[in-house]
Antibody
Framework: EVQLVESGGNLVQPGRSLRLSCAAS????????MKWVRQAPGKGLEWISY????????NYVDSVRGRFTVSRDNAKNALFLQMNSLRVEDTAVYYC?????????????WGQGTLVIVSS | QSVLTQPPSASGTPGQTVTISCSGT????????VYWYQQFPGRAPKLLIY???ERPSGVPDRFSGSKSGTSASLAISGLRSEDEADYYC???????????FGAGTKLTVL
């Protein structure tokens, strides 16, 4: 059974940094691309980043490019999101997600999410 | 285009069939698969439909998806009170080089 467990969410002041983690289990992590998707309170879903299975392909939505960095450790079955220069509008539940079908498709499996609140 | 276009709300009575639409462009729905998700408050999205019309194991056949050109739709037949939730469509967007989601449709079972 695919399991994705996010952690690292917290209350942080604007301009500060935070690092999210996603622990994966139940599947061959090193063979799967991974995505980060977020959802602001009361709002819809927003894809923010993906990383290919070996990390050679990465992309971000414009609103986080240059501030967020996605990475992975295939030896530890872990996905990370380093978030710098956080803004109030980054407040959201952050989900890690993946798919067994193709990396060029929306996610199939989702974690339970971790809440990031950016506020002074 | 920043989001796929969905109606903000939909409603129906128990037993009815409700359809939720999702409109995009040639760079997303027109050239890629459409997915549908169900989300309850405080919960992670759950995959309902993948690759336009395929159901994951465990999803009732009351849920069905279709796609034509740059539009897609989710149909829920035999509506039940437990279907009351938010529904999102999604597709890969070639211009974005990422996933584009709809803004979501809140389904109310009257």
């Amino acid at each position: 059974e695919v399991q994705l467990v996010e952690s690292g969410g917290n209350l942080v002041q604007p301009g500060r940094s935070l690092r999210l983690s996603c622990a994966a289990s139940g599947f061959r992590f090193r063979g799967f691309e991974m995505k980060w998707v977020r959802q602001a309170p009361g709002k819809g879903l927003e894809w923010i980043s993906y990383i290919s299975s070996n990390g050679d392909r990465i992309n971000y939505v414009d609103s986080v490019r240059g501030r967020f960095t996605v990475s992975r450790d295939n030896a530890k079955n872990a996905l990370f999101l380093q978030m710098n220069s956080l803004r109030v509008e980054d407040t959201a539940v952050y989900y890690c997600a993946t798919s067994s079908f193709s990396e060029w498709e929306p996610p199939e499996f989702w974690g339970q999410g971790t809440l990031v609140i950016v506020s002074s | 285009q920043s989001v796929l276009t969905q109606p903000p709300s939909a409603s129906g009575t128990p037993g009815q069939t409700v359809t939720i639409s999702c409109s995009g462009t040639t760079s997303n729905i027109g050239s890629n698969y459409v997915y549908w998700y169900q989300q309850f408050p405080g919960r992670a999205p759950k995959l309902l439909i993948y690759r336009n019309n395929e159901r994951p194991s465990g999803v009732p056949d009351r849920f069905s998806g279709s796609k034509s050109g740059t539009s897609a739709s989710l149909a829920i037949s035999g509506l039940r009170s437990e279907d009351e939730a938010d529904y999102y469509c999604a597709a890969w967007d070639d211009s974005l080089d990422g996933v584009l989601f709809g803004a979501g449709t809140k389904l109310t079972v009257l």
